[in-house]
């Protein structure tokens, strides 16, 4: 039995189930008040577990799989493998000041407190720099610290910046890029193809929605034109319609952000009839 490790609420919740589903593994049954949950595969089962602790999970092998943000799986120092970036839950881990403070830059920080959710990934951040500070862990609330006299700066994670600005805080660096991991036992991921199988559906849903499935008619003359319109990705296939004019269907996968550019040129081509769909899964 293969257990995948997914948050069991939270902001990393939802958009994991629904990648789950667009991979053809739903989570099925599936309530955040549940422990497990069943999928389609008889030899797999979800496993509910807040985001924070996935890493120690996969790392002692209670999951064999888990889905969290690299920022937990660097804070926790788990000894797993970080088998494929999924692209979404990005978050950064800032350091900032408040707004009339002094301090400038990192250095500047020499000997200070600094208050955090992430004690470690900010140790470990003064530590490459060289610049010894006190680092106090906090549970939360982590932007109040500096007004009320507890840190001089804090470490928290940022995404659209808003919660800095109420605070009235000011950000002086980056200190860390995250977004959410698939990520596995390094003994189990040897030993289970399954595993395998579970990274390359995941990554099938990511290659697809960075492309378009592309359909027209094209009259049989202007075909050579429309081919050299289209980028070579091993296509396009190409169907003789049966009408009275001479006609061709031209089907192509191409990228999502070259739709725009490429349907202007074949409907100048001659294209006609263009559809352009989305596509659920890729597999090479
Ligand atoms: N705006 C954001 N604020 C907090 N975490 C975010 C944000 N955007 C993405 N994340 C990522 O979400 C993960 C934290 O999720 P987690 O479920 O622990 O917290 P949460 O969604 O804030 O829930 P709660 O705080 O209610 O427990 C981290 O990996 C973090 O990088
Ligand atoms: O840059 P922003 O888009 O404003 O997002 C960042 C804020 O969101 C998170 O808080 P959350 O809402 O999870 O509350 P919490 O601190 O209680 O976890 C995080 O701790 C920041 O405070
Ligand atoms: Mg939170």
Do not use: W
């Not at 208050?115 to 106090?136: G, H, L, Q, R, W």
């Amino acid at each position: 039995m293969i257990r995948i490790a997914i948050p069991n609420k939270g902001r990393l919740h939802d958009p994991t189930v629904k990648l789950f589903k667009e991979a053809g593994l739903p989570v099925l049954e599936g309530s955040s008040r549940k422990l497990f949950a069943k999928t389609t595969d008889p030899e797999m089962i979800f496993l509910f577990a807040r985001a924070a602790d996935i890493p120690e999970y996969v790392q002692d092998g209670a999951a064999d799989v888990g889905i969290t943000g690299l920022d937990l799986i660097d804070e926790t120092d788990a000894e797993v493998e970080v088998m494929l970036d999924l692209h979404f839950g990005r978050a950064k881990l800032v350091l900032a000041v408040p707004e009339d403070s002094e301090i400038k830059t990192a250095e500047d920080l020499k000997n200070m407190r600094v208050a955090t959710e992430f004690p470690n990934i900010t140790e470990k951040y003064f530590k490459n720099i060289d610049i010894p500070v006190e680092v106090i862990k906090v549970s939360g609330a982590c932007e109040m610290t500096p007004h009320v006299g507890i840190a001089d700066a804090i470490v928290d994670i940022s995404s659209s910046g808003t919660t800095l600005v109420t605070n009235h805080l000011r950000k002086i660096t980056d200190v860390f890029s995250s977004s959410v991991y698939l990520i596995s036992n390094a003994e189990s991921s040897q030993r289970e193809e399954k595993i395998q199988h579970i990274k390359t559906a995941l990554e099938s849903v990511l290659h697809a929605k960075q492309k378009r499935y592309l359909m027209m008619n094209v009259p049989s003359g202007k075909l050579e034109t429309i081919k050299d319109i289209l980028p070579g990705l091993g296509g396009p296939t190409v169907m003789k319609v049966e009408s009275k004019n001479s006609t061709h269907a031209v089907h192509a996968v191409i990228d999502a952000d070259q739709v725009f550019a490429i349907v202007s040129e074949l409907k100048k081509a001659g294209a006609s009839d263009i559809l352009v769909v989305p596509i659920e899964r890729m597999i090479p």
